[in-house]
């Protein structure tokens, strides 16, 4: 079993930046990919960004490409997400996910989310 738990969400302004936070515990956190995904109101969950195990790959989904950064800390057991230029599409419910592989149906652990919230 892998728990993971997000942090660092809240309200911002549009143009400003949130950096989120994803710690896990339970098996080696270095053998796993992991996933950001988001989920806005009333719409379905979609693939934000994923790192590879190492941290040499990265992948994001176009609406957040050059805006947000994905990365590793395996000494800390956990993954970030700094995301800049903040738009109110980006409002949403963020999870972080954990597999073997960066694709989204590897995803076997998940974490409960947290909001994050962009004012016009």
């Known amino acids: 079993q892998v728990q993971l738990v997000e942090s660092g969400g809240g309200l911002v302004q549009a143009g400003g930046s949130l950096r989120l936070s994803c710690a896990a515990s339970?098996?080696?956190?270095?053998?796993?990919?992991m996933d950001w995904f988001r989920q806005a109101p009333g719409k379905e969950r979609k693939f934000v960004a994923a790192?590879?195990?190492?941290?040499?790959?990265?992948y994001y989904a176009d609406s957040v490409k050059g805006r947000f950064t994905i990365s590793r800390d395996n000494a800390k057991n956990t993954v970030y997400l700094q995301m800049n230029s903040l738009k109110p599409e980006d409002t949403a419910v963020y999870y972080c996910?954990?597999?073997?592989?960066?694709?989204?149906?590897?995803?076997?652990?998940w974490g409960k989310g947290t909001l994050v919230t962009v004012s016009s």
């Open positions: 339970g098996r080696t956190f270095r053998n796993y990919a």
């Open positions: 790192i590879n195990w190492s941290g040499s790959g990265t």
């Open positions: 996910a954990a597999g073997l592989s960066t694709a989204a149906r590897d995803m076997a652990y």
